[in-house]
């Protein structure tokens, strides 16, 4: 699942999987698990400078959609942030998760399972902040 835009889908296959150590998944019910066990986010803007920055939130930053097949699909969607100054800034997002979740679309644990606590989900992405230009009068 690792690093990527922030978007989960889930329950691609139906069946039981069994996966190493004894865990199991129903891949049916996998979206309600990931649910049921995410806890929230925290997006850190220019993660290693003094500028750095960290917010948190629950999990009311999931948006619920539904895609092709009337798959399931979770979204993450934050409230506003405050402002920056102009300048490179960089953001990291990462999830928080009760327990171990497993997606239920494969057996390898690594790929397949997010673990529980925070885990870093996206990489760090930068993006530059422009001044606003000043509109013409007309």
């Known amino acids: 699942m690792g690093s990527g835009p922030a978007q989960l889908g889930h329950g691609r296959r139906r069946g039981h999987r069994r996966l190493s150590g004894g865990v199991h998944t129903l891949a049916a019910k996998a979206f309600d698990d990931f649910l049921l066990k995410f806890v929230g986010s925290r997006i850190t803007r220019d993660i290693g400078t003094p500028q750095e920055r960290s917010y948190s939130f ?44 497993c997606d239920g679309a494969g057996i390898v644990r690594e790929e397949n399972c997010l673990p529980a606590g925070e885990i870093q989900y996206t990489g760090n992405t930068p993006f530059e902040v422009v001044k606003k230009r000043a509109s013409a009068a007309g």
């Open 58 to 101: 629950g999990p009311e930053v999931l948006r619920l959609v539904t895609i092709e097949e009337g798959l399931p699909f979770a979204n993450f969607a934050s409230p506003a942030l405050p402002g920056l100054r102009p300048g490179a800034h960089t953001t990291t997002v990462f999830f928080r998760m009760a327990l171990e979740h």
